[in-house]
């Protein structure tokens, strides 16, 4: 469908195509699916993007939007105190890597995983074409170069593993090496991201993305909708598990979590927690 109202068009139309968590869920066509998705957003990327210097509005917009709905929602694993320092940290390192520099900024999906895109599968199990990136309603046009790739990872692990997001961003803080299917699906933007920031996968680099495109992704949930910052579990795991990381430090002492002996990758919740939370 086609409306008009004074200058602004809406367009609608009905793409075909099979939703990509069924298509990611198929052994042989998850990384030829998330090849083909890096590509395509990546290439828009490219086509739409400046060069501009990454200034204090661009900061606010991107990095202290949402602080005030994140630091309101609570959850049993983290104390108040070891929060409001992980919070701080999180804000202090993201600030620090990206202001001042000098990058494209260009067309960002905002949200892009498996369930926004469309596929059209061959006759052979392993031939799949993407047909369709869709509901652009977090898009932006002022987004860094790898921001939605980055996401699409992350939420692609989560896919394939059945975790919560959280989880899967929690270990790649924890461990930022990308498998090498994963950098071979990333090579179509591989020479953007290192013109942009030195080198991917470096380490620092794949924290900031990722810092970046979770904190995007919960600030907006919770922004959007109270239900999700009323949701004492979906915090815990989605937010304070990764908040943690941030609130440890480098010589990985926690800050007054509460109840947390327990490794994240071991899926153990702490003592009472279920009990508190479930």
Same mark, same amino acid.
């Given at each position: 469908?086609?409306?008009?109202?004074?200058?602004?068009?809406?367009?609608?139309?009905?793409?075909?195509?099979?939703?990509?968590?069924?298509?990611?869920?198929?052994?042989?066509?998850?990384?030829? &699916?998330? =090849?083909? !998705?890096?590509?395509?957003?990546? #290439?828009?990327? $490219? /086509?739409?993007? @400046?060069? *501009?210097?990454?200034?204090?509005?661009?900061?606010?917009?991107?990095?202290?939007?949402?602080?005030?709905?994140?630091?309101?929602?609570?959850?049993?694993?983290?104390?108040?105190? &070891?929060? =409001?320092? !992980?919070?701080?940290?999180?804000? #202090?390192?993201? $600030? /620090?890597?990206? @202001?001042? *520099?000098?990058?494209?900024?260009?067309?960002?999906?905002?949200?892009?995983?498996?369930?926004?895109?469309?596929?059209?599968?061959?006759?052979?199990?392993?031939?799949?074409?993407?047909?369709?990136?869709?509901?652009?309603?977090?898009?932006?046009?002022?987004?860094?170069?790898?921001?939605?790739?980055?996401?699409?990872?992350?939420?692609?692990?989560?896919?394939?593993?059945?975790?919560?997001?959280?989880?899967?961003?929690?270990?790649?803080?924890?461990?930022?090496?990308?498998?090498?299917?994963?950098?071979?699906?990333?090579?179509?933007?591989?020479?953007?991201?290192?013109?942009?920031?030195?080198?991917?996968?470096?380490?620092?680099?794949?924290?900031?993305?990722?810092?970046?495109?979770?904190?995007?992704?919960?600030?907006?949930?919770?922004?959007?909708?109270?239900?999700?910052?009323?949701?004492?579990?979906?915090?815990?795991?989605?937010?304070?598990?990764?908040?943690?990381?941030?609130?440890?430090?480098?010589?990985?002492?926690?800050?007054?979590?509460?109840?947390?002996?327990?490794?994240?990758?071991?899926?153990?919740?702490?003592?009472?927690?279920?009990?508190?939370?479930?």
């Amino acid at each position: 469908s086609h409306t008009r109202a004074s200058n602004v068009s809406l367009i609608e139309r009905a793409w075909n195509g099979e939703d990509g968590r069924s298509t990611f869920a198929v052994q042989g066509q998850h990384f030829p &699916a998330l =090849a083909q !998705a890096m590509d395509a957003i990546g #290439t828009m990327h $490219r /086509r739409t993007a @400046t060069m *501009r210097v990454i200034d204090e509005g661009w900061a606010h917009r991107w990095i202290d939007h949402g602080f005030d709905g994140v630091a309101a929602s609570r959850s049993p694993l983290m104390g108040s105190n &070891a929060r =409001a320092h !992980a919070l701080r940290t999180f804000l #202090t390192q993201q $600030r /620090r890597f990206w @202001t001042g *520099r000098s990058l494209p900024l260009g067309l960002g999906h905002g949200d892009l995983s498996p369930g926004n895109l469309l596929f059209i599968r061959g006759a052979d199990a392993s031939e799949v074409r993407l047909n369709a990136v869709i509901d652009w309603e977090a898009g932006s046009s002022d987004s860094p170069p790898g921001l939605d790739e980055i996401f699409l990872l992350l939420t692609a692990r989560a896919l394939r593993s059945g975790e919560e997001l959280g989880f899967t961003v929690r270990h790649l803080l924890e461990d930022p090496t990308l498998s090498p299917d994963e950098q071979q699906a990333l090579a179509a933007s591989r020479a953007a991201m290192n013109a942009a920031y030195g080198s991917v996968p470096e380490a620092s680099v794949v924290r900031a993305l990722c810092g970046l495109a979770w904190w995007r992704h919960v600030a907006g949930n919770v922004t959007k909708s109270s239900g999700f910052a009323g949701n004492a579990l979906w915090v815990a795991i989605n937010v304070d598990l990764v908040l943690a990381w941030y609130g440890a430090g480098t010589g990985g002492k926690w800050h007054d979590v509460a109840s947390f002996p327990f490794s994240p990758m071991g899926r153990r919740w702490p003592e009472g927690f279920r009990r508190n939370v479930c």
